[in-house]
């Protein structure tokens, strides 16, 4: 199914089983509400995004059910003002903001919240991408994810600003990326991780991602490699305060 140019409209109630591609597309879509939703393809079937948006506003996604081989939500250049709650994803890739900076001419994306969710199986839970040596020079700003729980997540925590998913990439000898991260808020996320590294902050040296609030992660690793969770953090300026303290992220 597929919304584009849509205002004040609203899906509810509504079963998408094994769609070829995507399962529900947006573009341009303002004042819209998803609920009840349940969308379901295999977890090894490529491209089936549950539910992608692009250029969109005032979105409100919540008590849904979203199983796919991609991701569970993809958020894309110039969504802003989007509330995420009571979702439960997986199998899939999480919900993913981008991959951003590809293109001439993205707009910003902000305000986003996302909270009283579980992933549970996914490659990925919180997921933020951007490429290296950006077209666009954009912010990112404004999220807030709260209370998530991951279960076997093999990244529960992930931002990439040298996305590249099929290397090697040209991009690579061109510089880092322009996108700018800022105002990122994570606190109650809990759970098992399936590899040792729970965190993964790898900003860009060019723009570096800016106060970013790490509050009460709490992860176990439930991976094959023994010892704690740890975090990877490159060019993150920020805070860190509570149950799983990693002050290894800020200076």
Known sequence: ?????????????ITSLNSKMGHFNFFSVHHFNITGVTITA??????TDGIKMGSCSNIHISNTNIGTGDDCIAILSGTTDLDISNVKCG??????????????????VKNLTVRDTVFNGTSDGIR????????????????VYENIQM?????????DQKYCPHPPC????????HVQIQDIKLKNIYGTSKN????????????????????DINFKNNGVEDGPVTAVC??????????????QCFN
């Open 170 to 177: 040209e991009h690579e000898k061109k510089g880092e990326s």
């Open 128 to 143: 933020i991408k951007t490429w290296e040596s950006s077209a666009s020079k954009i912010v990112v700003s404004n999220f």
């Open 234 to 247: 490159e060019n993150v300026d920020g805070s860190a305060r509570g149950k799983m303290v990693l002050q």
């Open 42 to 47: 295999p977890g090894d079937s490529p491209n």
């Open 1 to 13: 199914m597929g919304f584009a140019f849509v205002n004040n409209s609203r899906i509810k109630d």
């Open 151 to 159: 279960i076997n997540v093999e990244k529960p925590i992930n931002i």
């Open 196 to 215: 040792k590294v729970a965190v993964n902050l790898q900003c860009s040296k060019s723009f570096p991602c800016k106060n970013v609030e790490l509050i």
């Open 91 to 108: 199998p899939g890739h999480g919900i993913s903001v981008g991959s951003l900076g590809k293109n001439k001419d993205e707009k910003d």
